[in-house]
């Protein structure tokens, strides 16, 4: 179970409409035969109020109503206010012949009808829908989200593992920024994510997996490529092409704070959405890209682009499994959080 918030915006607890209490149904019906006034009505709905109000507060709901103690009923103390539309003298009856003879219903009665009729049918129309549903049930499944770079070098391999031992399973790899996969995590869109860098939330744990190195690279025409020994005045003649920032415990400001901690001036050309774009601008000269090692090695060895040395300066950005706090994972789920540790020791001793 969640726990209560404790600030806005705040679930809602209750609906908003509660029984009133005997001594407020006697005082309308009071009113109604002249025996007080509409002040002291409002005196007592008051009393009323306030001690919903309180007894709410007690069993700790997080947001309270007046339970709509100063209306009649949900819906005609409006309807009363519209022009040309007043009160009905006495109650109105319907009888209803059945074959063990007639049924007078009163107006309690009649609006009990009409909702049980209205429930009857909606059940009917649900146990359709449940048979249609349980009819065309898929397969079980396992979705595994992941950041950029694990779902380009890490994830599609370990997803082959267990699909190897998890044959019936139908896997799905969702690849999205930081926010849209701790957003589908906290949602149980996402059984399990790899995310760098991800930030701390009270619903979700993280769990270290690896530190992964970033690189500096230009173009095999970029003016650095040709370079032994890179030095922080080229960083100001040739700026960078990095990813959008994802605040402030995101990689990209990582990289830009270890630059200001070494005392290192830089410019920025261009900020891209996703690594595909920062090798395109690096591509074409606009600057110096920077991107996890697991993304872009595999065209350095190609020979598309040139590593570039940093004065020494080794950048790297942290790895983290994470998954729901308080909802119990699923045993395929499960199972493949028992591949990821088992991967994550594997990489630790090698």
Known sequence: MLPMRTSPPFRADHVGSLLRPDNLLAAREDLAAGRITAGQLREIEDEAIAAVVAMQRDVGLQSATDGEFRRASWHMDFIY?????????????????????????????????????????????????LSEMR?????PSLTVGGSY????????????????????????????????????????EIDVAIVNNPRPSRCLIVEPYANEPLVAFVSETHPLARKKTITPDDLVRFPLVI??????????EQILNDLRNNRVRFEIAMRCDSPQAVKEAVRRNVGVGILFKTVVEADIRRGEFKKINLFGLELAGKTCI??????????????????????????SRA
């Open 243 to 252: 990813r959008v920032s994802n605040g402030a415990h995101g990689t990209t």
């Open 135 to 139: 009819a065309a049930v898929k397969a």
């Open 322 to 347: 994470v998954y729901h706090k308080y909802k119990t994972l699923t045993p395929r789920a499960q199972k493949f959080l028992d591949i990821l540790r088992e991967q994550r020791t594997k990489r």
């Open 81 to 129: 206010q519209i022009g040309g539309v007043g009160k009905a003298p006495g109650n109105l009856a319907v009888k209803v012949h059945t074959p063990g003879g007639g049924i007078e219903f009163t107006p309690a009665g009649k609006l009990v009808f009409k909702y049980a009729s209205r429930v009857l049918k909606q059940h009917e129309e649900l146990k359709l829908q």
């Open 149 to 188: 770079s694990p779902s380009m070098a890490l994830l599609p391999s370990l997803l082959a593992r267990y699909r190897k031992s998890h044959p019936h399973i139908e896997v799905k790899l969702t690849t999205g920024k930081k926010d849209e996969l701790e957003r589908a995590l906290r949602n149980s």
